[in-house]
């Protein structure tokens, strides 16, 4: 890290331009998982397969009856969201999981292998809708949540959401990002720069407070640790401010990782989920 600091100082002053595309490179990359993943006894799922243009999305789906997505985030794999699967399959679900591109068992992003964007990840998931029907529900982690959140625009209609420590503010981050990596503005912003390019949308885009009133918002709880040392507890904060119907639950001692493997967290995030959609039907 003393090195990587010591030449972004170096490209900070003399070569903006090649920092901000080793650290576009950066910002995209997928990083090793280093959850743990405890499924306990689950019945046998069935594995299938879709595609997002050439490139194809593996996923595992469990069960009948209305369906819940789980999804997960940056650098996670679907099999770190077993746990919640025999509590929804208990409470008459169908339970759909997959990997989104460069992650876990699915084809490379479209960028590079282990790089992704959010569009990605939120087209891996639309495509997986499109196979399995409009969800019930779907449990999300992390930078998944922003995927999640993203698809809504493109015609993904839950009736219910659950959001574990989500990150949905991104834009902060990079602040975050460049002091941790050693660069200042002249590379912090050409950077933005490269991945609005990247993307073709830019980042405000991906700001849920600012951007739920473009969605038809259901209800929703966020549950996120304060001292979450990858996304901010102040993201869910800011959601729940706004968010028309929302549920922001302080958890203690759970971090980012642990969140998804606490009892007490799954079985308040399954009986949101699992709410029944009220009938519509006459009296």
């Given amino acids: 890290m003393a090195a990587i600091r010591a030449a972004f100082g170096t490209l900070e002053r003399v070569a903006p331009d090649l920092g901000a595309r080793w650290a576009e490179r950066l910002w995209l990359s997928v990083p090793p998982y280093r959850g743990k993943s405890r499924p306990g006894v689950l019945p046998r799922g069935e594995r299938f ?120 503010q991104p834009t902060p ?13 002249r590379i912090r912003t050409r950077m933005m720069d490269r991945v609005v390019a990247r ?22 709880l966020t549950v996120h640790d304060p001292a979450d040392s990858e996304t901010r507890y102040a993201d869910s904060v800011a959601v729940a401010k706004v968010w028309p119907e929302s549920e922001l639950v302080t958890v203690k001692d759970l971090g980012h990782w642990r969140l998804l493997r606490d009892q007490d967290t799954i079985s308040r995030a399954v009986a949101f989920a699992t709410v029944p959609v009220p009938s519509t039907k006459a009296s």
């Fill in 199 to 220: 993307v073709g949308t830019p980042w405000d885009d991906f700001d849920m407070p600012t951007q739920v009133t473009r969605i038809a918002a259901p209800p929703l």
């Fill in 49 to 168: 397969t879709v595609k997002v243009k050439d490139r194809t999305v593996v996923g595992t789906v469990w069960g009948s009856g209305p369906v819940v997505y789980l999804v997960h985030g940056r650098g996670g794999v679907s099999a770190q969201l077993h746990p919640f699967v025999a509590p929804l399959l208990a409470a008459g679900h169908r339970v759909v999981t997959f990997d989104a591109l460069s992650h876990g068992a699915s084809d490379p992003g479209f960028m590079s292998p282990r790089h992704f964007t959010i569009p990605e990840m939120a087209s891996a998931f639309t495509a997986v809708v499109a196979e399995h029907g409009q969800p019930h529900a779907v449990i999300a982690h992390s930078l998944g949540c922003a995927s999640v959140f993203y698809a809504l625009r493109d015609g993904v209609r839950p009736s219910r959401l659950v959001f574990l420590a989500p990150m949905t």
């Fill in 173 to 185: 981050y990079t602040a975050v990002f460049a002091a941790t990596l050693g660069f200042g503005e």
